[in-house]
């Protein structure tokens, strides 16, 4: 079975750093794309924060260029973002997306989300 599982999260002051973790387990054979989005509070809708491909080409929202990096290890299908400089609008429920997920025994996922992890900036 194939799961997306976040790991990391907290409170953290104005201007510090944090790094989340995403880990897709399974008989994992190979994984197009992988990125994180967040959900502010408020009802707001989920957003785009930083993607990346298999061939390491990224992406990133506006409002984290320079902040944030994004990172993967596809042999240990793992992905990482590095989050500096951290401020009040980066508070929300942070989630792993992985896409295009193919496993050694033949089966075929488009699209799998992880539960979320809670970030918190405040002082």
């Known amino acids: 079975q194939v799961q997306v599982v976040e790991s990391g999260g907290g409170v953290v002051q104005p201007g510090g750093s944090t790094e989340l973790s995403c880990l897709v387990s399974?008989?994992?054979?190979?994984?197009?794309?992988m990125g994180w989005y967040r959900q502010p509070p408020g009802g707001k809708q989920r957003e785009l924060v930083a993607?990346?491909?298999?061939?390491?080409?990224?992406n990133y929202a506006d409002s984290v260029k320079g902040r944030f990096t994004i990172s993967r290890d596809n042999a240990r299908n793992t992905m990482t973002v590095q989050m500096n400089s951290l401020n009040p609008g980066d508070t929300a429920v942070y989630y792993c997306?992985?896409?295009?997920?193919?496993?050694?025994?033949?089966?075929?996922?488009?699209?799998?989300w992880g539960q979320g992890t809670v970030i918190i900036v405040s002082s």
């Open positions: 993607h990346i491909t298999s061939d390491g080409s990224t």
């Open positions: 399974g008989s994992i054979f190979s994984i197009y794309s």
């Open positions: 997306n992985a896409q295009n997920i193919a496993t050694m025994d033949g089966h075929n996922y488009l699209e799998l």
